[in-house]
């Protein structure tokens, strides 16, 4: 079983071991996240923009100061990854590598302020690709609106000392309200 969690990235550096299509792929969603981005291979594909690049193999000392990696090269070079990783307490997504990982990415779904995660504990990440997809397709499109009246909602019930187990039934209602205003 994994504990499933969102990580603040903002201004913080992080290592991407990789220098091909896979580890582009993942850069994407970290400099969204606002991390600061190392990228580290003897190659790096020239796609890959915005980021620190050292062209040269994986040295266990490059994790140092990282707040998490990803790991998208060969299993020997995610095996050592994970090794160095291991040894400075940092948790590492290796690609398609389950062995070698600590952490999981799943598919993430992001409407307005909203970010859905699913995971199948990389034990079939087309199958959470498929699940995401899914996902996407059946949430609202207001989920941004719904957000706001439930940080508005929630605001109000702190201020008013409505307690935490009241909260939920009360933001249910104002959700039904808002949507037969709606229609």
Same mark, same amino acid.
Request: glycine share 10%; with cysteine.
């Given at each position: 079983?994994?504990?499933?969690? &969102?990580?603040?990235?903002?201004?913080?550096?992080?290592?991407?071991?990789?220098?091909?299509?896979?580890? *582009?792929?993942?850069?994407?969603?970290?400099?969204?996240?606002?991390?600061?981005?190392?990228?580290?291979?003897?190659?790096?594909? +020239? $796609?890959?923009?915005?980021?620190?690049?050292?062209?040269?193999?994986?040295? +266990?000392?490059?994790?140092?100061?990282? /707040? &998490?990696?990803?790991?998208?090269?060969?299993?020997?070079?995610?095996?050592?990854? *994970?090794?160095? !990783?291991?040894? %400075?307490?940092? &948790?590492?997504?290796?690609?398609?590598?389950? @062995? $070698? *990982?600590?952490? &999981? #990415?799943?598919?993430?779904? %992001?409407?307005?302020?909203?970010?859905?995660?699913?995971?199948? @504990?990389?034990?079939?990440?087309?199958?959470? @690709?498929?699940?995401?997809?899914?996902?996407?397709?059946?949430?609202?499109?207001?989920?941004?609106? /719904?957000?706001?009246?439930?940080?508005?909602?929630?605001?109000?019930?702190?201020?008013?000392?409505?307690? #935490?187990?009241? %909260?939920? +039934?009360?933001?249910?209602? !104002?959700?039904?309200?808002?949507?037969?205003?709606?229609?």
């Amino acid at each position: 079983m994994h504990y499933p969690v &969102f990580l603040n990235l903002r201004a913080r550096p992080v290592a991407v071991i990789g220098g091909g299509k896979v580890a *582009a792929s993942k850069i994407a969603g970290l400099l969204e996240a606002g991390a600061v981005v190392t990228v580290i291979a003897p190659r790096i594909d +020239p $796609s890959i923009a915005n980021v620190e690049k050292v062209e040269r193999a994986f040295r +266990p000392y490059d994790l140092d100061g990282k /707040w &998490f990696v990803v790991s998208a090269a060969t299993p020997e070079v995610n095996r050592t990854v *994970a090794d160095a !990783a291991e040894g %400075r307490c940092l &948790f590492v997504n290796a690609v398609d590598d389950k @062995g $070698s *990982a600590s952490a &999981f #990415l799943g598919g993430v779904v %992001r409407k307005g302020p909203v970010t859905l995660a699913i995971s199948t @504990g990389g034990n079939a990440p087309a199958l959470a @690709g498929l699940l995401r997809e899914a996902l996407e397709a059946v949430l609202p499109g207001d989920v941004a609106g /719904w957000t706001r009246l439930a940080n508005e909602l929630r605001e109000q019930h702190k201020r008013d000392g409505v307690p #935490l187990g009241e %909260r939920r +039934p009360l933001l249910l209602q !104002a959700l039904n309200d808002l949507y037969r205003r709606q229609q």
